[in-house]
C-alpha cells in the first residue's frame, strides 16, 4: 500500500514468506465485525497528514468482497480493491483471502508495508490473525518474523523484522467521520524492524557488524470495527530513528522520520 510517507527511492520490494504462529484455538461464536458476504463494499477518506518530508494528501479507497477462493485447499472469500489501494487497511486487504474461523478473522496473501525507509517490505502470511472478538486485552493474535538482505548505496543492509497482530480490547461505541458506530473491537498490527550492516575492518579477520537502527516498532495500525458493519476507522502511524552512524556510512533516508495516516469509513453496502 501507499502511505506516501517518503519517496522508496525506486528499489526494490522484497517478499520474505513467512508463516503466522498463533496459539489461541478459541473459536467461540462467529466472528461478526467484519462480514465479508460477497458483494459486500466499504468506501474510505484515507488522510496522510503533512510531514517535514511530504505534504499533507487525501485519497479515497473502495474495498469490496468479491469470489470464493481456495488457498491450500480452504475456502476463503477474495477481496478486491477499485484501483490502487492509498490506505494501509485496504492495501492490506487488497486480492488477499479472507476467512472467519469462529471468533477470529483470518488473512492469507501478500501484506505490503510501505515504512519510509529504502525499500518496502511485503510479506507472504498464511491464516494471520488479524482480529479476535472478545480477546483479552494485550492478548498477541498471530507473529511472523524473519530477515532479508538488500543492497543500498553499496552497503548489504540487513532487515530483521517481526510482523504481529495484537488485541486492543473492545468500547461500547465511537464517533468517526460525523458518525457514531456501537459495538467495537480494536486490534493493533505492529511491525517491529532492525537494520544491520557488516563492514570489513583491516586488522580484523571477520566483517563488523555495524548497527544502522536499533529494533524499534516502525509500524502500528490501530484499527477499530464495528459489528456486523466492518473497519469504520484506522490510525497507522510510522517512526524511526536511525542510529548515529560513521561519516563514511552515506544511506539515502534521513536520520529520522514520521507519518501519521487516517482512513474514515464513508459508504458501505453489506448483503
Sequence with gaps: MKTKLFLLLGLSIFTCSCSSDDSAEDNGAPATSLPIASGNYWTYEVFNHQTTQTPESFARDSVYAANDTLINAVVFKKMKTEDIANGFFSGTLKDNGLRVDGNKMRISGSVNLATGLPTALA??????IILKENATVGEELSSTNGSFTQDVN????????TLKSVADGSQSSLTSNGNTYSDITKTKVILNLKITTEQTITGFPNPIEIPIMAAQDVLVSTQYYSKNIGMVYNQTNITYTLNTLPPQFQLPIPSSGSQTQEEFLDVYQLN
Excluded at 510479506?123 to 494471520?128: E, P, R
Design 123 to 128: 510479506f507472504s502470511v498464511s491464516d494471520f
Design 154 to 161: 553499496g552497503y548489504p543492509l540487513t532487515f530483521t523484522y
